[in-house]
């Protein structure tokens, strides 16, 4: 318990970007006191990613091959088995594109790794939900990479289809992982940034208590004029490290929201085709959960951002419209303060292609459009029209109304 609580922001980011680099996706070293782009690293991920991506682009061919087979286009009026087969391709394919374009960002990566390096808060302890995260994106892993050597069936085969066998299982968990992993780094990243940023809005007001504050406790004594251009800086480099955050992660942002989208469709449809089946509850949960995870953690990365840049905001205006009855005397304080305004309201924004904001309110949205897909899904595939498509068979035999 000491551990977990001794144990720092700082290095909780650190140790998540080793394992993006043992994930092939954060070629950094440690050299002469400083992270810097390592070619062997680098050589390494470009190679792990060039066969994950032989690798995904192998099973998608396979995937419409199949599809095309006479059996299963003669069952294409189940809109399940239609989504069940797009299942598969749209993960390899969303998997690839989030990891390549995150690599190709590494020199951002590399801003932000050099950040959190020399972030002060290293002070701040890790909150106990994200090693709750931690220890369920673990189990999940564990989960995922067991169900998947056992449907590949890698026990019943030859020694040398076992050893293809164990490749593909290796490289589907790896993509798996990858994603988990980079939706869980992006909303640890969010949420570090948040406080070094509410760190450093509240030293401006009051330098005695760096993090826990009231509006209250605002005094025009408790502000160092000294500290105004330092602090101003240090704004403005968080801002930019916001920058490259949003810019190395806006691809894996929407992948994971595209993805997720038809996960949850077939999620759904699962337990309404199948209520009866002999699936276990445990792992229906830990499917349910396997799709959620990763949505949350992206939904989730902007909230404490957006709640403290409005309430620095809001407390600077508050400093200076005080510090302005002063009198003239303390036009240069009031100067600085209105710089330091200036960086906190053009803090970015994290959007989709600049279509939406990223939040928690777009969970209500894909709930209704997961919803509508769900109905219009379930009506195409119980309809009795012949010119939409068949009734849908259950399993006992009889069809639906």
């Not at 949850?264 to 959960?289: D, E, G, N, R, Y």
């Not at 949350?296 to 309430?311: F, G, H, M, N, R």
């Not at 809001?314 to 304080?333: D, M, N, P, T, W």
Request: net charge positive.
């Amino acid at each position: 318990m000491e551990l977990v609580k001794n144990y720092t922001m700082k290095k909780w980011m650190i140790w998540q970007f080793r394992f993006l680099r043992i994930l092939g996706l954060a070629p950094f070293a440690w050299v002469n006191g400083k992270y810097r782009t390592s070619q062997v690293y680098l050589g390494f991920s470009v190679s792990l990613q060039i066969f994950l991506t032989i690798l995904s682009m192998s099973e998608i061919i396979k995937s419409f091959y199949n599809a095309s087979h006479p059996q299963l286009l003669s069952s294409s009026s189940n809109i399940y088995n239609v989504i069940q087969i797009t299942w598969g391709p749209a993960h390899h394919f969303f998997t690839m594109i989030i990891a390549w374009h995150f690599l190709l960002s590494r020199n951002r990566v590399l801003k932000i790794v050099q950040f959190f390096r020399s972030s002060s808060c290293s002070l701040l302890a890790v909150d106990y939900s994200q090693h709750l995260l931690a220890l369920l994106i673990a189990i999940i892993t564990g989960y995922t990479a067991d169900s998947t050597f056992q449907l590949s069936g890698c026990y019943e085969k030859s020694r040398t289809d076992n050893i293809s066998c164990i490749l593909y299982v290796v490289g589907w968990c790896v993509k798996f992982v990858s994603g988990l992993v980079l939706s869980f780094c992006f909303n640890s990243s969010m949420k570090t940034l948040s406080l070094e940023l509410k760190n450093v809005v509240v030293k401006i007001v009051h330098e005695s208590h760096p993090v826990k504050y009231q509006l209250s406790a605002m005094k025009i004594a408790d502000v160092i004029p000294s500290s105004l251009p330092e602090m101003k800086k240090k704004v403005a480099v968080m801002r930019r490290t916001i920058y490259n955050i949003h810019h190395s992660f806006s691809v894996v942002a929407f992948g994971i929201l595209a993805y997720e989208q038809l996960e949850m469709v077939l999620v759904v449809l699962h337990a309404i085709f199948f209520a009866h089946s002999k699936v276990p509850h445990v792992q229906t949960f830990l499917i349910t959960v396997a799709a959620s995870v990763p949505l949350w953690l992206v939904l989730d990365s902007q909230t404490a951002y957006i709640k403290t840049c409005e309430d620095g905001i809001h407390r600077v205006k508050k400093l200076i419209a005080e510090v302005g009855l002063k009198g003239s005397e303390h036009v240069q304080e009031v100067w600085h303060l209105r710089g330091i305004q200036a960086e906190l309201e053009r803090m970015p924004r994290f959007t989709i292609f600049g279509l939406f904001e990223l939040g928690r309110h777009c969970l209500l949205s894909m709930g209704s459009i997961v919803l509508t897909y769900v109905i219009i899904a379930i009506q195409f595939t119980t309809s009795n029209n012949p010119v939409t498509c068949k009734p849908f068979n259950f399993t006992d035999g009889s069809t639906s109304a």
